[in-house]
Each structure stands twice: as C-alpha cells, then as structure tokens.
C-alpha cells in the first residue's frame, strides 16, 4: 500500500497555489482529478503534466453521494498499487466531501493519506464579498442542505454549488424560511481574473447563466425580528422577551399554575379546528398550543429548573428509547406490535407505585380519567371477556338508576348516575372510541341543531314563549333533515 497524496488547487488560477503545492504537482508521476472543472487543471497540462479525471464518474451515476462513494473505492484500490497525487478544488479540508471519506478508511487501516494543503476558497470569497467571518458564518454544502441546517442570523456560504438543478434544490431549501427575494450574492472564481459577484432575489438564483463548479452562493444575515418568524430561535426570543424585567406585566405575572387553564383551552381550540378541517385554523391554534409550551420552558428557564433544551432532550430520548424498530435492532409486523412494545418499555420506565391507577387521573376530564383507570385495570385481567358483559353491567346499572329516580335522595341518584356514565365509557373503551371526542362531537352537534331552532324562532315569531314544544321539535327535526351524513 502507498501513500495517497491529496493536494488542493485552491480557488481559482494556477498563480494563485503556492510554491510548495506547485512543486509538489510537478514532480507527481501519477495525477487524478476529482474533476477537470478547475482552471488550474487546464493551465497544469498546458505545461505538459499529465492529469486525468474522475470525470466519467458523475455521468454513470444519479447521486453525488454514489460518485464520492466510488471515487474512494477506486482511490484505495489505485493505491494499492501505486503512488497516487489526487488533486481536489480549493482546500482538501473544506467542504470536500471524498477527503472526509478518505479519512474514514485511513481509520479502518484501507489507505494511507498525505495531505499537502491547499488555498481555501473561503479567504477569497470573504474578500469578495467583504464581510468578516467572525460575526459568525456557517459553512453548508449545496448537494446535501436541509432547511433546519441554517442560521438566519449568520452569513451562510453555500458551496458545491455546481449547477442551476443543484442551485434550484438550494432555493427550494433557502425558501423555506427566507423571503422570496432575500438578496442573495452568487460569487464564481473568487480571487481570481475571472471573478463575479452579483446579487439577485432568492427566487432567481436557479435562473443565473454563470453557475459552476467554482460557484459559491451568498445569503447575508436577517437582521430584522419581524423577517426571521419562521426560525425557532426568533419565537424563543420572542418569548424571552415578553418574560424580560422590562417585558410584558401579564406574561412576567404567569406561572405553571395560571397558564394551566389556557393549555386545556387552547387544545380543545385545536381539537375544533382539526375536527374542521380548517387548515388556516389549524396552523394558528398549533402555534397557540406550541405557545404555551415555550412560555412554561420560558417560567422554568427564569425560575432556574429547567430550559427549553431540556424538554428537548427527555421527549428525544424518550422517542428514541420507544422506537427502537426505528432506532435499534427490534423488528415489528404492524403498528400493534408498535403500541405494544410502547406499552412495554413504558411500564418498564415507570417507577414501582403503589396502585396500578396512581398517575392516571386526569382532573380536566372526568370522562378521560374514568378511560383511564378501565384501561390500566385491564391490563392486569380486571375486565368484562366480551364488549356482551360491558352491555349488561350497563343495563343493571341502568336499572338502578331508575329505581333511584323514584325512591332515592338526590345523593343516591348521583352515585347512580356516575355507575351509568361509568359503563358508558367502558362500552366505549371496547369499541375503541374516545369518549371526550364523543362528548365533544355531541355537544357540537346540539348546538347547530340549536342555532338552526334559534334562527327558526327569530325569522317567525320572535320569541321561544311564542311555540310550543311540539312546534320547536319541529324545528329540531328540520335541523337534523338538513346535516348530510346524521340519521339521529
């Protein structure tokens, strides 16, 4: 096994690398370029260096992450054989993704490596673009980039940029958060005599003639709050803000306990939206939920408790502990396969108590901690075979309901009635039906009924005293004639 030389070429010209480097490349007996897209190539072979390419690579495959994959195998196996120069843009150690490969099969032991440097294409493009990198850059690789991968408030430079498709991917990406015309900088052969910069709205940067494999693409800081919404440090800025000592008196007065109320409203607010189908309506009452999510973290971060990052950290964890057929070794048929691993691991997370049901109260629905309990309990055999033995406990309860109705103090008919609504929600449970959404589902359905009873009496007579009961029944009836999809 030899040494594989990996040389940089730097950013743009032949008279740009340094003396070492241009040595280096003169004495080299073997020399293979990731790419001949490079000036440098041109003007080395115009003074009789052999170099070949990697070029045909890009053509046979249809991902770049398939060409570098390939372009490393073939580099082990040349090496093998003999000494290898492979000459790279810029600097070996920037933004170059086969380096980055190369060096994991030096780890494995596969090749040697001889890194001999090379000029960055980031000094020139900071000098083209006159801005100082301290201020804070992120550096991001156009072939590979994701929305969440970029920093609103920094300078972004884009490499890898080789093509208008790749370009088109970036604008998709940058699209996401910024503006449709956010200035964007495109900056080819930084440094050298060919150099260009020129600014366009984000939206055009797909449409620019000059693109190619020396392109770097430019997105300046978003300074404005207003212009950045879409970035999730702005909206915990936002709430950090309001909950500052010269912030909002309302939001620095909350606690866990004063907001409890409004995290119930607001999600039975999304439940509505969701169960209309409103899209609109939906996005804003998500944004109230996640709201109050971001102002507890906010209380707990001021009381010095806990942040944001640690809510972060233990939901992570727990998805990942929960879902180990995505994130370790276990194999599932179905997703009831899923819940039942779910519920396994849950259980095994939960500290020993001392009744099954501790934990599973919920003091805002007495329906959903009645659900509650009946499941826990099932799960340990207390329960009816069949949905038959749920039925009939119903109607023995119901019985003797009605036998309280007659004879019994108001107390005794309350005890009735809860073993009533207890049953229902049991006979509900085996159906797999929420009881909440039924409940919810009842009362919206009473009240269109209701307002088309109301809007009835107001375009007639005027007033409820003015009909009898047989005459608003009437009304009622019309109304469920009229909702397509109910037989009630």
């Given amino acids: 096994m030899f040494p594989l030389t990996i040389i940089g070429l730097g950013a743009g010209e032949l008279e740009q690398l340094s003396l070492g480097v241009y040595r280096n490349l003169k004495k080299s007996d073997f020399i293979i ?23 045909e690579i890009y053509e046979e495959n249809d991902s770049f992450q398939k060409v570098y994959e390939e372009i490393v195998e073939k580099l082990v196996m040349l090496s093998a054989e003999k000494r290898v120069t492979y000459v790279v843009p810029g600097h070996p150690l920037v933004a170059e993704k086969t380096v980055q490969l190369l060096i994991e099969k030096e780890h494995m032991g596969l090749i040697e490596l001889e890194v001999v440097g090379g000029n960055s294409f980031l000094d020139p493009i900071f000098a083209a673009l006159r801005i100082d990198p301290i201020e804070g850059f992120q550096l991001l690789d156009g072939t590979d980039m994701k929305r969440d991968d970029v920093n609103m408030t920094q300078h972004i430079l884009i490499g890898q940029v080789y093509d208008s498709f790749i370009a088109s991917e970036v604008k998709l990406s940058l699209m996401e958060k910024y503006a449709y015309d956010h200035p964007i900088t495109i900056v080819t052969a930084a440094g050298s005599s060919f150099e260009k910069v020129y600014t366009v709205p984000l939206f055009e940067i797909d449409r620019v003639a000059e693109i190619d494999n020396l392109t770097t693409v430019y997105v300046p800081p978003v300074k404005e709050l207003e212009d950045r919404l879409k970035d999730w440090s702005t909206f915990r800025a936002i709430i950090a803000a309001l909950r500052a000592p010269d912030g909002c008196p309302w939001d620095r007065e909350q606690t866990h306990s004063s907001l409890k109320k409004y995290m119930i409203e607001e999600a039975h607010e999304l439940i509505e939206a969701i169960v209309s189908e409103d899209e609109d309506a939906i996005i804003e009452e998500l944004g109230d939920v996640l709201l109050q999510v971001f102002l507890h973290s906010q209380i707990g971060e001021d ?11 233990t939901l992570g964890a727990k998805m990942i502990r929960r879902h180990p057929h995505i994130f370790g070794d276990v194999t599932v048929a179905n997703s009831d396969e899923v819940l039942q691993n779910w519920q396994t691991i849950k259980s095994e997370e939960k500290m020993q108590s001392d009744s099954l049901l501790d934990g599973q ?71 797999k039906l929420s009881p909440e959404e039924a409940m919810m589902h009842a009362n919206r359905k009473f009240r269109k009924r209701f307002a088309f009873v109301e809007e009835s009496v107001m375009k007639q007579r005027g007033a409820f005293l003015d009909y009898t009961l047989d005459e608003l029944e009437a009304f009622w009836q019309k109304a469920k004639g009229k909702e397509d999809g109910y037989e009630n």
């Fill in 303 to 313: 009381d010095g408790y806990f942040s944001m990052e640690d809510v972060l950290q």
């Fill in 361 to 431: 109260n919920r003091h805002m629905s007495s329906l959903l901690t009645s659900l509650n309990y009946q499941k826990e309990a099932a799960k340990v055999g207390f329960d009816w075979p069949t949905i038959e033995g749920a039925f009939d406990k119903f109607a023995e309860e119901w019985k003797e309901f009605q036998h309280e109705i007659v004879s019994g103090s108001e107390e005794r008919q309350l005890d009735e009635l809860g073993d009533v609504l207890f049953t229902v929600v049991n006979i509900a449970r085996f159906l």
């Fill in 33 to 55: 370029a990731r790419t001949d897209q490079h000036p440098v190539i041109a003007e080395l072979r115009a003074e009789g260096v052999l170099i070949s390419s990697f070029d």
